[in-house]
Structures are given as C-alpha cells and as structure tokens.
C-alpha cells in the first residue's frame, strides 16, 4: 500500500519570538504561527489533500497547529515531542552549544541525540505501518530533521515544500 506522510513544524511560537529554549516545555503560538498554520491548511484545501488519519506531539503548540490545519480526530503521541533540553528548557537559546549538539543536554537532564533520534524514528515507524494512506504529523523542527536524518539512507522520497512561512515534508 502507497503511503504518504505530511510531516511539519508547529507554527510560530512565543519562546521563538523571545528567543527562548523550547523542548518539551510548551508555550502558545503567536498570531504569525496561527497564520502559518492557516496558510498549511489553505494549501492541503487547494491541492485537495485529504487526511486519512493525523497525528501530533503531545505539546498544546503541535495540537493548536493541527487543530488549525485540519478538523479531523487525531491521535497525540509523547513519541513525537521535541527534544528535552533538560535544564536549559525556557532558558535563551544564547546559551545553546555550537551545533551539533550531540549528547550536550543529557549532562543537565536532557535527551541524548541518538536516543531523541531513536524514539522520533520509532514512533514514524509505527505510523507508517497503520493502514491510513494519506497522514499528517504535526511535530517540531529538531524532531523533523533527526526523521529526515534517520531517513535520508533509505529508498524513501522526501520532497520538502516551502512557501513564505511554511514548511511541509513529504515522505
């Protein structure tokens, strides 16, 4: 069975506007987030995309992005939350390490990159095996380039749609 999975970002967020470290804490979106998401759903409506099921991270940012982009049920998995950056959560991100991060926040409670990695691939795994054939997952930003990471040596498409504020992944 072909399988086609939408994968994006939650829209614009306060902790991004004040440059704030968000993992798996959560803060709501701002007017320009409800507008990207509004401009997701407008483009699934005009190419007439229709979800067969849709899943997102347990954050209320992810949830309040589909809520927006679709009014369809949908299944809230912990598997697909962000990155816990353990004790630098709602700390600037002017203290974040130089990129790749790496195991840096699992000294100070967080994530290990492979584990985070890991359980964002496990969980996509498991959804791609339910028989729906169009999904939409609603996620966030590290969590959607470690599954493009995870998924970058296989087979598997991915076509990366931008326009303006938005992005959409799909596999």
């Known amino acids: 069975m072909k399988k086609t999975v939408y ?6 967020t306060l902790f991004n506007v004040r440059r704030k470290v968000q ?9 320009l987030g409800v507008k990207q998401a509004e401009a997701a759903s407008i483009y699934f409506k005009e190419h007439n995309i229709i979800f067969d099921h849709a899943y997102s991270s347990t954050a209320e940012r992810a949830c309040d992005t589909l809520e927006i ?12 939350k962000e990155w816990n950056f353990g004790t630098f959560e709602g700390e600037s991100e002017d203290l974040n390490p130089s990129l790749p991060y790496g195991n840096f926040f699992a000294s100070y409670g967080g994530e ?5 990695q890991k359980r964002v691939a496990d969980t996509c795994e498991k959804i791609m095996e339910e028989d729906n054939e169009v999904v ?4 966030h930003g590290a969590a959607c380039r ?12 991915a076509l990366l749609i931008k326009k303006k504020d938005l992005g959409i992944v799909v596999f």
């Open 7 to 12: 994968m994006m970002r939650h829209g614009q």
């Open 23 to 31: 993992g798996w804490c959560d803060s709501p979106l701002t007017e």
């Open 69 to 80: 982009v679709t009014d369809i049920p949908y299944t809230r998995l912990k598997g697909l």
């Open 112 to 116: 290990e990159e492979k584990a985070f």
């Open 136 to 139: 939409l997952i609603v996620s």
């Open 146 to 157: 470690q599954f493009m990471r995870y998924w970058q040596h296989t087979s598997i498409q």
